[in-house]
């Protein structure tokens, strides 16, 4: 079959209309001065007319070699066409930039994060130290390299907080093998290996000794939002999210029923957690009765509900190290060695999920009246004993 039938300059001098190369390849002019180059071909039996871009945009020769490799590929018992969007479709996959990538990933797994993710924790390790260098690199061509470069400045000096930008990291290419990105889902780890063991590891975060929580409880004694949050926290033992939103309606009988969602490790799960309130407790929400405002009973000066912080700046300001969340290992402590509460009955008093699926299958008590007679002792440690200094043998 004759091909190759151009020039250079007879293909200027073509008027409007259809033109054949040979072999297949035509030049269709719109005009003297523009036209477009077409391949026809005769794929699994069937015609078939595949573009080859626009002329004078795409030259004569550019054009020959274009038709010459598809002729090669439909030779090859491939399908040209297919083959060119596959290729197309692989280039845009590999063009995702990484922040594109990190976002999507992080819309996918809200369901799974406490409150869909609006405290920002899980992504905001990413948002501060991966993004503002790598977001706008295609997540194909990031290197352990890259990520170790990323992260030094903030390896040793804040250790958990780059533990967990890489971690997010990781999940995220991950997030890309799956959308069918051409990423190296090892350079998470081998940026893990260059970066070598941080100096510096997590700690707990800082509670008082049971014996000296009396006393602390005891200066609470201005009525005041905070002052009341900061007692009903450690009369019962739980974190300070479900005290900062609690509720009138979720108070009947001398329980306080938490929603799920409230607890942490809780997520998705079937009950609520019911709380025991003592007496003590029950005088506290009395207290804090006066200052409710739209069915919350610890709201914040002007609207919604105090902060995660306002607690702990009380603290601060005392100079006090601990922080209100330490509270929880104090109780636990004090239910070690001041009682005989037994490991189910003490951990479910924080709200922890204990023993398997199965054996709490079975296991179908939340040891209500256990533990509000645990909670009856540990308020009256708390109101009998400010000090730290009674004699807790009967305990």
């Known amino acids: 079959m004759a091909r190759d039938l151009f020039t250079a300059r007879g293909v200027i001098a073509l008027e409007a209309g259809k033109h054949c190369d040979g072999a297949g390849l035509w030049l269709v002019k719109s005009d003297r001065n523009h036209g477009k180059w077409v391949l026809r071909l005769t794929v699994y039996g069937k015609r078939r007319e595949m573009g080859l871009g ?23 018992g491939r399908d040209p066409i297919r083959e060119r969007q596959k290729r197309h479709r692989d280039a845009q996959r590999n063009l995702h930039l990484f922040r594109d990538v990190a976002h999507d990933d992080f819309e ?24 503002p260098k790598l977001g706008h690199i ?36 991950e997030h890309a093998a799956a959308l069918g990105i051409d990423v190296d889902l090892q350079a998470p780890r081998k940026a893990r290996a260059l970066l070598g063991k941080p100096n510096k590891s997590s700690s707990n975060i800082p509670s008082l000794p ?25 009369l019962t033992g739980v974190r300070s999210k479900p005290i ?12 306080w029923t938490v929603p799920a969602e409230h607890i942490k490790g809780r997520k998705g799960a079937t009950s609520d957690f019911r709380v025991p309130l003592t007496n003590e407790a029950q005088k506290v929400i009395s207290q804090a ?9 610890f709201p ?45 009955v003490a951990e479910t008093m924080l709200g922890h ?43």
Not at 246 to 253: F, G, I, K, T
Not at 289 to 297: M, S
Not at 324 to 331: A, C, I, N, T, V
Not at 372 to 389: D, K, M, Q, Y
């Open 54 to 76: 626009r002329w004078p945009d795409v030259s004569l020769g550019e054009v020959r070699k274009a038709a010459d490799d598809a002729r090669r590929e439909l030779r090859d």
């Open 244 to 255: 900062r939103f609690m509720r009138e309606e979720q108070v009947a009988d001398g329980v």
């Open 300 to 344: 914040s000066v002007r609207k919604g509900v105090i902060s995660d912080a306002t607690m702990s700046r009380l603290m601060e300001r005392r100079e006090m190290a601990a922080r209100p969340h330490g509270f929880r290992s104090s109780l636990r402590v004090w239910l070690a060695e001041a009682t005989d509460a037994s490991h189910e």
């Open 353 to 395: 999920v204990v023993g398997s699926s199965v054996v709490r299958a079975y296991r179908r008590t939340d040891f209500l009246e256990k533990r509000r007679i645990l909670l009856e002792r540990w308020a009256a440690h708390l109101t009998e004993n400010p000090n730290g200094l009674k004699n807790l043998e009967n305990a």
């Open 289 to 297: 009765r006066q200052h409710a405002r739209d069915g919350y009973l």
């Open 138 to 173: 295609p997540v194909a061509e990031i290197s352990q390299l890259d990520l170790r470069d990323c992260l030094a400045p903030i390896w040793h000096k804040k250790a958990e907080t780059a533990r967990k930008a890489l971690t997010r990291t990781s999940i995220c290419f």
């Open 210 to 234: 049971w014996t000296e929580v009396p006393a602390f409880y005891q200066s609470l004694d201005e009525g005041s939002v905070t002052h009341l949050a900061l007692r009903l926290l450690i």
């Open 108 to 131: 996918a797994r809200k369901a799974e994060l406490r409150d869909g993710g609006k405290a920002g924790r899980w992504f905001s390790p990413l948002e501060l130290h991966v993004l």
